[in-house]
């Protein structure tokens, strides 16, 4: 059970609707993580600005794989049901790939190049070796891809830490789960 009571849209503070409206509008619910982070709308708008432009970064399979590894490193059940959901419904990702990629692997060994990149700057905190990123542009990413790949973890440490903090009930459907 979650530790703070997590409000119905109706319930959070006006000026975040619009924004919960065109999530729940793509998603087809109110995700518990955004109504919650709704409680701060300055946080909201935050993770929001943040996640806007990264959704424009890579493709779809490869930032919900990225999205997996990380939520698996900070151990978040909610992000992990909630990418797995993502990844099989709308990024139309295979069960055996987001199996392997919440494990740091892929199929295509250059998508497992990034993802086990993505887990490594999640464990380290940044402090990857140079022979990581060399690693990653031998696998024909480019400098600002990494920089993007960094963004992504980021971002969805951002959300792992606050579901984490506030052990936020899972609303993704579960029997999409791996």
């Given amino acids: 059970m979650s530790r703070v009571e997590i409000p119905s849209r109706e319930n959070t503070p006006p000026e975040t609707h619009a924004t919960l409206d ?7 619910f109110f995700p518990n993580l955004y109504r919650l982070t709704a ?20 493709d779809l399979k490869t930032r919900e794989r990225i999205a997996l590894i990380v939520s698996e490193v900070n151990g978040c059940a909610y992000c992990v049901a909630a990418h797995t959901f993502v990844g099989l419904n709308l990024a139309k990702d295979s069960p055996e790939e987001i199996e392997l990629a919440r494990k740091g692997q892929s199929t295509n060994p250059k998508i497992q190049t990034i ?21 990653v542009r031998e696998a024909g990413y480019s400098d600002a891809e990494i920089i993007e790949v960094i963004g992504l973890v980021v971002q969805f440490s951002f959300t792992n830490y606050i579901n984490n ?7 993704f459907p579960t029997n999409t789960l791996v």
């Fill in 22 to 28: 065109a999530i729940g509008k793509r998603l087809g």
């Fill in 39 to 58: 409680i701060s709308p300055k946080t909201l708008a935050a993770l929001v600005g943040m996640q806007t432009p990264l959704m424009k970064v890579l």
């Fill in 115 to 135: 993802i086990q990149f993505a887990a490594k700057v999640a464990e380290m905190r940044g402090h990857v070796s140079e022979d990581e990123i060399a690693c």
């Fill in 165 to 171: 903090v506030f052990d936020t009930d899972i609303d």
